[in-house]
T-cell receptor, first 116, second 113 residues
Framework: GAVVSQHPSRVICKSGTSVKIECRSLDFQATTMFWYRQFPKQSLMLMATSNEGSKATYEQGVEKDKFLINHASLTLSTLTVTSAHPEDSSFYIC????????????FGNGTRLTVT | AQTVTQSQPEMSVQEAETVTLSCTYDTSESDYYLFWYKQPPSRQMILVIRQEAYKQQNATENRFSVNFQKAAKSFSLKISDSQLGDAAMYFCAYGESQGNLIFGKGTKLSVKP
């Protein structure tokens, strides 16, 4: 079945550095991808919606200059956490949706980011 | 704005018994989808069951079934013959055709042997 690959699964970085997370749809074209953040013992919160070839739409309270999203192709979206701080440490997870109203939604396996 | 409420932070069930997880939501839309996702310690999001709002028939997937009450905006999940592997966080989610989901806060399910 359809698979979404998210990489890396874990990353540790130092404060002030940037980290890129990739989300790939392996066997379908993802016209829309979504990025969520999940703090420990909390629910998933939508950060932004990424449409191929256009600018991402960010949820209220999410800094677009800090969380850069690029969706340059129908199979790849990237989230870059710029100038990371310890409070950015979280679990980031993407989901991807194919074309068509009833196309299913598939989640990546998530990325655990730790900023030291 | 749409909201999803799970009022049970934790639930416990004896192995082989049945448990029901509650979920209510609020929306002014008539066309939407509802989901239950399972999140084990690996944190992978596993789709348990999906319900389309325009379908009156309750969705069923093997031991998992829902009680969808559209007028009451209620979407509970019933797990029958509970197994140890069912232990996980369960999230109820609301979505529309675009695909972005709104999640409830989750219910942690424990299964006692």
């Amino acid at each position: 079945g359809a698979v979404v690959s998210q990489h890396p699964s874990r990353v540790i970085c130092k404060s002030g550095t940037s980290v890129k997370i990739e989300c790939r749809s392996l066997d379908f074209q993802a016209t829309t991808m979504f990025w969520y953040r999940q703090f420990p013992k909390q629910s998933l919160m939508l950060m932004a919606t990424s449409n191929e070839g256009s600018k991402a739409t960010y949820e209220q309270g999410v800094e677009k200059d800090k969380f850069l999203i690029n969706h340059a192709s129908l199979t790849l979206s990237t989230l870059t956490v710029t100038s990371a701080h310890p409070e950015d440490s979280s679990f980031y997870i993407c989901s991807a949706k194919g074309q068509g109203r009833n196309s299913p939604l598939h989640f990546g396996n998530g990325t655990r980011l730790t900023v030291t | 704005a749409q909201t999803v409420t799970q009022s049970q932070p934790e639930m416990s069930v004896q192995e082989a018994e049945t448990v029901t997880l509650s979920c209510t939501y609020d929306t002014s839309e008539s066309d939407y989808y509802l989901f239950w996702y399972k999140q084990p310690p690996s944190r992978q999001m596993i789709l348990v069951i999906r319900q389309e709002a325009y379908k009156q028939q309750n969705a069923t997937e093997n031991r998992f079934s829902v009680n969808f009450q559209k007028a009451a905006k209620s979407f509970s999940l019933k797990i029958s013959d509970s197994q140890l592997g069912d232990a996980a966080m369960y999230f109820c989610a609301y979505g529309e055709s675009q695909g972005n989901l709104i999640f409830g806060k989750g219910t942690k399910l424990s299964v006692k042997p």
